[in-house]
């Protein structure tokens, strides 16, 4: 099934811009950059940032814009069945590239989960003006990392490099 992402949640002067591969079913159905309770993404920006994320989605937008966080996805659109990001298939870039020139600001680029990770490492093969871009790979903040080790307070160690 081709889904198609969101539009990006930016302010006027971001310093770090995040990077999800595409948003799972449950977020495109709320229209909201990680509407799925069970991903941690909220929890983990409030130890970030040391305050905690507002309730209401349109408040969490302002929230980040507020601390200067921009977020977008590695792709526009894709085939996908279900939420899985190993089930993407047949995907479209966004454009990156131009997202940084129009936001100079931009000092950061953060992705979440090894999808993101690796497919934004296969867009800077073909757009080397970035590869100079100060980068983190994070693990990703789905329920899927706890499966695998991870907790809320190793996840938030681990995305304080934004900062």
């Not at 994320?53 to 966080?69: C, D, F, G, M, T």
């Not at 921009?70 to 590239?97: C, K, P």
Request: hydrophobic share 35%; proline share 3%.
């Amino acid at each position: 099934m081709q889904k198609q992402g969101l539009q990006a949640v930016v302010g006027t002067n971001p310093r770090i811009l995040i990077l999800g591969s595409l948003p799972g079913d449950e977020s495109l159905r709320r229209q909201e950059y990680y509407g799925n309770p069970r991903n941690m993404f909220w929890d983990v920006m409030s130890g970030v940032l040391g305050e905690d994320a507002p309730k209401q989605y349109s408040e969490k937008v302002e929230y980040l814009k507020r601390h200067n966080i921009a977020l977008w996805d590695v792709f526009h659109s894709a085939e996908r069945e279900g939420s899985l990001d190993a089930n993407i298939q047949n995907e479209e870039f966004n454009d990156i590239e131009g997202f940084l020139l129009a936001h100079p600001s931009v000092e950061i680029i953060a992705t979440n989960g090894g999808k993101a990770e690796k497919s934004f490492k296969k867009y800077l093969r073909s757009h080397r003006s970035l590869r100079s871009m100060r980068t983190l790979f994070c693990k990703s903040t789905s329920a899927m990392s706890l499966c695998s080790g991870w907790n809320l307070e190793r996840l938030v160690e681990q995305w304080r490099g934004i900062l």
